[in-house]
T-cell receptor, first 113, second 113 residues
Framework: AQSVTQLGSHVSVSEGALVLLRCNYS??????LFWYVQYPNQGLQLLLK??????LVKGINGFEAEFKKSETSFHLTKPSAHMSDAAEYFC???????????FGTGTRLQVFP | DAGVTQSPTHLIKTRGQQVTLRCSPK?????VSWYQQALGQGPQFIFQ???????QRGNFPDRFSGHQFPNYSSELNVNALLLGDSALYLC????????????FGPGTRLTVT
């Protein structure tokens, strides 16, 4: 069965610092991987997705993620955090002929001035 | 271009009651998926509708049912409400399945007392 593990339920960084949010997946077949962001009292917005093309994926708002098959990882990074990046981030996987999303438990990002 | 819309925004029900939540997909989309997000958790897949039929289903009891109309809008029905059904219910729309991006609505917050 497919699953996603997000390491660290809370991450705190200073404004301007590197953001690193960790995601590891489990899948017996090539996965499709996604990062979503959720602001308070809102739905989810897609940041980026990996669909077996380039392993380094660039998304919106300066975020990017690298697919590493050997490490079964898809970590999300941003070189310089902004106050507006404070939100909940979810990693998700879908596989095979099904496009249902399996989400991790989320990581809450706090950005301090 | 209107995105995914959901109604109502908030809902309070009593145990044992029934509830209906509504979703209108993004213009041009024909597939609707429903997710349940309990407090502090990632979204859990309930089911997906395509061409007015349930195409996939997650691990939810039969108390959860749905419908898709010819205009692609969808309803989620929950019977015999339990306290544990309290959650944010998210609707996502996409085009035809196949790992295309799913666009999420703002959700309906259901509280069962």
């Amino acid at each position: 069965a497919q699953s996603v593990t997000q390491l660290g339920s809370h991450v705190s960084v200073s404004e301007g610092a590197l953001v690193l949010l960790r995601c590891n997946y489990s899948s017996s077949v090539p996965p499709y991987l996604f990062w979503y962001v959720q602001y308070p009292n809102q739905g989810l917005q897609l940041l980026l997705k990996y669909t077996s093309a380039a392993t380094l994926v660039k998304g919106i708002n300066g975020f990017e993620a690298e697919f590493k098959k050997s490490e079964t990882s898809f970590h999300l990074t941003k070189p310089s955090a902004h106050m507006s990046d404070a939100a909940e981030y979810f990693c998700a996987v879908s596989v095979g002929n099904t496009d249902k999303l399996i989400f991790g438990t989320g990581t809450r990002l706090q950005v301090f001035p | 271009d209107a995105g995914v819309t959901q109604s109502p925004t908030h809902l309070i029900k009593t145990r044992g009651q029934q509830v209906t939540l509504r979703c209108s997909p993004k213009s041009g989309h024909d597939t609707v998926s429903w997710y349940q997000q309990a407090l502090g958790q990632g979204p859990q897949f309930i089911f997906q509708y395509y061409e007015e039929e349930e195409r996939q289903r997650g691990n939810f009891p039969d108390r959860f049912s749905g419908h898709q109309f010819p205009n692609y809008s969808s309803e989620l029905n929950v019977n015999a409400l339990l306290l544990g059904d309290s959650a944010l219910y998210l609707c996502a729309s996409s085009l035809g399945g196949g790992h295309y991006e799913q666009y999420f609505g703002p959700g309906t917050r259901l509280t069962v007392t």
